[in-house]
């Protein structure tokens, strides 16, 4: 029998150092392992490489460290919504790799697969194939470093010639993840959007630390409602479902803001 579970969010990051890299699971701020973000942030790691969708809010997940400079770069498909990881990308003080969605989704996925590269049709013809996307800016604005141009390959599709850029995998030395529910085995369920970056992540990390809203014996959780299988998971922490849940843009209609004013 093997327990994965661990006190509290505070142990199970205790390890991560200065300079680790994470895949954190998350979507704006759906999914966000707000817990274990905390924890580390609490214990003071820096230098960390992080690839996420995004790096939450100026307050609130992944940019709680961000404000605190804690992360040196970024791998990111969405960077909006922040607007010091726009102060710092653009003076220079932190490094972004920005990188199409699905290609980013797939790159965690293959790199939890064990699989090191693939070739996609997405970016071809743009700078994410052809080189020269600022990843780091100089305090001046000129660029200090621009991606480089990545192998593209013609390939036949359906009888028809089309170019394809090859894209290399991403793995991680930890990974950070939010689920509804998860066993002491380590198996997950995620809920509704939260089940977005979570699982990719969670296969990306050489270890995966979960946290989850309920925490049951192994084999209470119904084997078809398994999204993660506990083999990608080495820790998990029960948060509680009171674990606080942001809105990253709250949007209502016009009658709904008139009843709430009644």
């Known amino acids: ?39 580390l942030l609490a214990q003071g790691t820096s230098g ?14 992944l940019g709680v460290l961000l404000a605190a ?32 969605q699905g290609t980013l989704a797939e790159k965690l996925r293959a790199g939890g697969s064990g699989i090191a590269a693939f070739f996609t049709q997405t970016g071809v ?41 090859l894209e290399d995998a991403i793995t991680t030395d930890f990974s950070l993840v939010h689920a509804l529910a998860g066993d002491r085995h380590g198996n997950l369920v995620f809920n509704k959007a939260a089940r977005n970056f979570n699982p990719l992540a969670a296969m990306a990390g050489r270890v995966c630390i979960a946290q989850v809203e309920r925490l049951v014996e192994p084999g209470e959780l119904d084997p078809d409602r398994v999204h993660l299988p506990g083999v990608f998971v080495h820790r998990i922490v029960e948060v509680g479902p009171d674990i606080p849940k942001r809105i990253e843009r709250r949007t209502v209609s016009a009658g709904s803001l008139a009843a709430e004013g009644a």
Do not use: H
Request: charged residues 25%.
């Open 1 to 39: 029998m093997i327990d994965k579970q661990w006190a509290s969010a505070t142990e199970a990051v205790a390890d991560i150092p200065d300079g680790a890299s994470l895949a954190v699971g998350g979507f704006g701020l759906s999914g966000n392992p707000i817990a274990l973000i905390e924890a």
């Open 48 to 61: 960390l490489s992080v690839v996420s969708n995004n790096c939450g809010v100026d307050d609130w997940g």
């Open 69 to 100: 400079r804690r992360i040196r770069k970024m791998t990111s498909s969405y960077v909006g919504e922040n607007k010091e990881f726009e102060r710092q990308f653009l003076t220079g003080e932190l490094e972004l790799e920005l990188t199409p």
């Open 125 to 165: 013809g743009t700078q994410v194939a052809e080189g020269g996307l600022p990843q780091r800016y100089n305090s001046d604005g000129t660029i200090a470093v621009a991606s480089p141009a990545k192998d593209v390959r013609t390939f036949d599709v359906r009888g028809e010639p089309r170019e394809f850029v």
